[in-house]
């Protein structure tokens, strides 16, 4: 892997250079980087000297001037410039192992890397956890990280895991409590395995590690139809209760919406979920979602008639009804929802990220209205593409319908903003 520039930004420093698409960054001053961490790092001066390899293999040294935080612009394809430390483990629970083949290259990569977890949020181990990994986070003070935790019982996450350096989870963290490193944590709860006295001796376990622990996560472990064994059990209504009322004896400790919809009971209020810190495991997006629209002054009419179909997830079902309940008193517009079945995964998949083109095409070909609206998120970041290789364009098609994607899928701002447009 190299410092491979995949875009650069519209009126940046880097545009005024000429770096273009293609091009390599070989070092700053002189510096080679393994990474992000190291760009950003010897990126804050006034002076720089640029080594760049441009795409037709010619090598260009620049200078500049610039402010000394001044960001230069440049997109880079990977975060790591060397070589992403690979996952060691053999998780009982691991969904990259419950996927068919045929999905998106990308989707088979297992990473447990602390340098994304620290600039992208990704979930690590620390089974891979080196003494010059730990010397590197410690000089730089690197932080917060993302820690699939899942157990603190030594024996039991060495068994979850299928790795004997899972054992070492507390004494990585009361390294990283000693070394004021903050963390998030994540348990993805298999009943049976890590869940009731586990889970409380876990929850316990953690918060005894005081302010570097910002927050934890328990999500429900999640299985496919391609899983081969009967180890894994799906959360039950009265398992999510019991977890929701362990998880409550406990600052700092959220269980994500899935546990709130298989219990049957309302998604808690804003206080609940702090400052929102694990949104992208599903801690409280729904909740996010819903305070978000509350914020937007709806309008009272539209010039024309209109009909929007949300195509949604089962686990945003009654939210998105909510928010379509709402938006059906504009007089002129008329909105519904239908949410999209999990023929490819099988029915305990019930989130939006892991909708099929195929599935989506199934769920909203015969319906009639103006536009689909589809969260962002079923598309792979900063492309048009589906789980499954299919594009959004090859959906159109294969529907005839147009498509309205909201890309943040914690606001519906953009959606707002498209109705607001048929009030002039």
């Not at 009361?174 to 490193?181: A, C, L, S, T």
């Not at 009804?321 to 239908?338: A, Y």
């Not at 199934?362 to 598309?379: A, Q, R």
């Amino acid at each position: 892997m190299a410092a491979i520039v995949s875009s650069v930004l519209s009126g940046s420093i880097a545009e005024e250079l000429e770096i273009t698409t293609g091009d390599e960054l070989l070092s700053i001053d002189g510096q080679k980087m393994l990474d992000m961490i190291d760009y950003n790092f010897y990126c804050k001066s006034e002076l720089l000297t640029l080594e760049i390899k441009k795409s037709n293999g010619e090598i260009e040294e620049i200078e500049l001037e610039k402010d000394y935080d001044e960001d230069l612009g440049i997109v880079f394809e990977s975060a790591v410039f060397d070589k992403i430390k690979p996952c060691l483990n053999k998780c009982i629970f691991c969904f990259v192992d419950q996927q068919p083949k045929g999905l998106r290259d990308t989707l088979y990569i297992k990473d447990d890397d602390y340098r994304l977890s620290f600039l992208q949020g990704t979930y690590i181990t620390l089974t891979n956890l080196t003494d010059k990994d730990k010397e590197r986070i410690s000089k730089m003070h690197l932080g917060p990280f993302y820690v699939s935790v899942h157990t603190t019982n030594p024996e039991l996450r060495v068994k979850m895991l299928k790795n004997p350096n899972a054992s070492k989870i507390m004494e990585n963290l009361k390294w990283f409590k000693d070394n004021d490193i903050p963390f998030h944590a994540q348990i993805v709860l298999c009943p049976g395995i890590n869940d009731d006295k586990e889970l409380d001796r876990t929850l316990k376990d953690l918060t005894s590690l005081g302010d570097n622990l910002l927050s934890v996560a328990i999500v429900p472990v999640g299985i496919t139809q391609f899983r081969e064994g009967d180890i894994l059990k799906e959360v039950t209504s009265e398992i999510a209760k019991n977890t929701i009322k362990i998880a409550s004896k406990y600052e700092k400790v959220c269980c994500s919406d899935e546990f709130f919809l298989l219990a049957n009971e309302p998604i808690p209020d804003t206080a609940y979920y702090g400052n929102f810190s694990q949104l992208d495991d599903g801690v409280g997006s729904i909740r996010a979602l819903l305070d978000d629209f509350y914020s937007f002054d709806l309008p009272e009419k539209i010039s024309k008639n209109l009909k929007l179909v949300f195509a949604t997830s089962y686990a945003g079902l009654d939210a998105i009804k909510e928010v379509s309940k709402n938006l059906n008193t504009i007089e002129n517009l008329e909105t519904d929802v239908i949410p999209v079945k999990s023929e490819y995964w099988g029915k305990n998949i019930t989130v939006a990220g892991l909708i099929t083109s195929d599935d989506l095409i199934n769920t909203v070909k015969d319906i009639e209205c103006d536009y689909v609206i589809v969260p962002g998120i079923m598309l792979k970041p900063y492309s048009d593409m589906f789980l499954d290789g299919k594009t959004l364009e090859d959906v159109k098609k294969a529907t005839n319908k147009e498509f309205i994607v909201i890309q943040n899928q914690y606001s519906l701002e953009e959606l707002i903003d498209f109705i607001n447009d048929y009030t002039t």
